[in-house]
């Protein structure tokens, strides 16, 4: 296995670079930049969730404690996922385990990590859906960095020349080629010297910054529980579904690629959900404004009244209204005077 590639963007004048796999490699000491950078990401995610934790009522220990287990069995979930995937593959049991020889699907990460969650919440008796929000734009801008690692790997790229969807193949080399302006070139893949491809990493790396970004102008206006959760699932599995189509690298189920199958899931179960929960929500929040106005009428403390704006009052009034004044004092001491008398 070679631990180095020759890529470049032609159209855009960069490269080619050597890539190495390896950031460190000394003897049988290995860093892979891979590694490292799932690494990065998964501590990001963390130190994000435990921001937002804040706002949700989970303190840094409690999402610490969640971390480690849902870190664990993340991973283990992606593996197996990948494993189940491509069972053929595998001579020995061992090599099931072998993680550093690559191997692992986010959908496996998500399903493994997200039933972590849904558990330890059960047991901790917390809100899952809350935690839930917290986590899904650190995922978001996890997966964004992680996909980098498919860079330096030189995989996770697709081809020019077809378009899948769903089990139907459409051409479209005669719509694109080699005029992308991004076309990303890899140098002895394939069977070519010099190989085109779709750098479908970046596309992903891309629509979860832009997730990201979005998840969290709408965490400023949150209404309800888990609606930054399943506007995550729509947003991921959209993008997916779509980029999906292009890889070269892809598991299939049958003739239909599994994790084009399972982005169309996320965006009809993250819909549909979304829609209960905000219709749930609704009435919720109609009922607080009501306590609210209810209260306001029994309560002690006095209402602000706007002040009405006035103009200055011509001096002739204001005389006038003087000696009124006076006036009607005078009589209110000439009446009290009678009354003593009496």
Not at 13 to 24: A, R, S, T, V, Y
């Amino acid at each position: 296995m070679n631990s180095t590639n020759v890529i470049g963007f032609p159209n855009l004048g960069l490269g080619p670079w050597e890539i190495g796999k390896f950031l460190i490699e000394v003897g049988n000491f290995k860093i892979a930049w891979y590694g490292l950078l799932v690494t990065t990401a998964i501590v990001l995610a963390v130190l994000y969730t435990i921001k937002r934790g804040k706002q949700e009522g989970f303190s840094a220990d409690d999402v610490l404690d969640y971390a480690i287990w849902v870190v664990f069995f993340g991973v283990l979930g992606a593996r197996l996922y990948y494993v189940a995937m491509t069972w053929g593959r595998y001579e020995s049991f061992l090599d099931i385990f072998a993680i550093w020889r690559g191997g692992l699907a986010i959908y496996g990460g998500l399903i493994g990590g997200g039933l972590t969650i849904l558990v330890l919440c059960y047991l901790k008796q917390k809100s899952a859906l809350k935690f839930l929000d917290m986590v899904a734009p650190g995922v978001a801008i996890a997966q964004a960095i992680g996909r980098w690692g498919n860079f330096f790997n030189a995989e996770a790229y697709g081809t020019i020349l077809k378009y899948e969807f769903l089990g139907k193949t459409f051409q479209t080399s005669r719509f694109a080629g080699q005029e992308i302006p991004w076309i990303m070139t890899i140098e002895n893949v394939n069977g070519a010297a010099l190989y085109y491809a779709h750098p479908t990493f970046l596309y992903e790396s891309l629509w979860n910054i832009l997730g990201f970004i979005l998840l969290n102008i709408r965490y400023k206006n949150k209404k309800f529980d888990g609606q930054i959760l399943f506007s995550y699932l729509v947003w991921y599995g959209l993008g997916r579904m779509f980029i999906e189509g292009f890889r070269t690298d892809s598991l299939y189920l049958g003739n239909v690629r599994v994790s084009q199958l399972l982005a169309l899931g996320c965006v009809l179960f993250g819909i549909l959900f979304y829609h209960l929960l905000s219709k749930r929500a609704r009435p919720i929040l109609a009922k607080e404004q009501d306590a609210q106005e209810y209260e306001s009428l029994f309560s002690d403390k006095p209402r602000k009244s706007k002040k009405k704006k006035t103009g200055a009052m011509p001096a002739d009034r204001v005389r006038s209204e003087a000696e009124n004044s006076v006036t009607d004092c005078g009589e209110t001491e000439a009446d009290q005077d009678e009354t003593t008398e009496e």
